[in-house]
C-alpha cells in the first residue's frame, strides 16, 4: 500500500504484485558512430546539457533514470513542461541554482534564458502566469521524496541527488547507480 498525503486528500493505491520494470520504445536510440541529433531525449526527462546546447553522452540517461524514479514513487513526471525556460526553472526550483560555468559555455540558443550572464531570467521570462504558477508549486527534492517515501529512506535522496547533478561530469555513472547503497540495502 502507498499512499500519498497532499493538502487535500489522502489516496490509497495498491501496488501491483510484480513490480517489474520493462524497457521499451527504443526508436531514438543511436549508437556512437552514428550522426547524433543535438536535442534528444523525452522533454520530461531531458538533461540540462541537452537544453543548454552544451552536447550530450550517456550521463544524459542517468539524468532520465532520475526522472523516472522520482515518477515511479510519485506517480507523476517531475518535470511537466514543455518549454525551456520553464524547464529550467523547474529545475532550479527543485534543484538549486544551475552552475555558472555550465550556463557561461551554453549555445547561443540557449543564451536567452539568462540575464547577466548567469541568472535565470525568471519568471520575467515566463510565457504564462501558468507557467509561474507550474514552478511556484514544486518542492525540493529532499521535500518531494519525503511526502512519497519514509525518511528513512535517506539512500534514496542520496542516489537521485546523485543522478539529478547538473554537471554530467559528476554524475553518478551507471555502474556507480547499480552500486548505490539505495539498491544493495533495500530496508
Known sequence: MVQRVSSDEMQFRCLPKSSAI?????????????NHSSIISTRHYRAPEVILGLGWSYPCDLWSVGCILVELFSGGALFQTHENLEHLAMMERVLGPLPVHMIRRANRGAEKYFRWGSQLNWPEGAVSRESI?????????????????????????DLLLGLLKYDPAERLTAQQALDHPFFSNPT
Do not use: P
Request: charged share 30%.
Open 133 to 157: 504558477k507550474a514552478v511556484r508549486k514544486l518542492d525540493r527534492l529532499k521535500v518531494l521524496v519525503s511526502l512519497y517515501v519514509d525518511s528513512s529512506r535517506s539512500s534514496l535522496i
Open 22 to 34: 520493462k524497457l521499451i520504445d527504443f526508436g531514438s536510440t543511436a549508437f556512437d558512430n552514428q
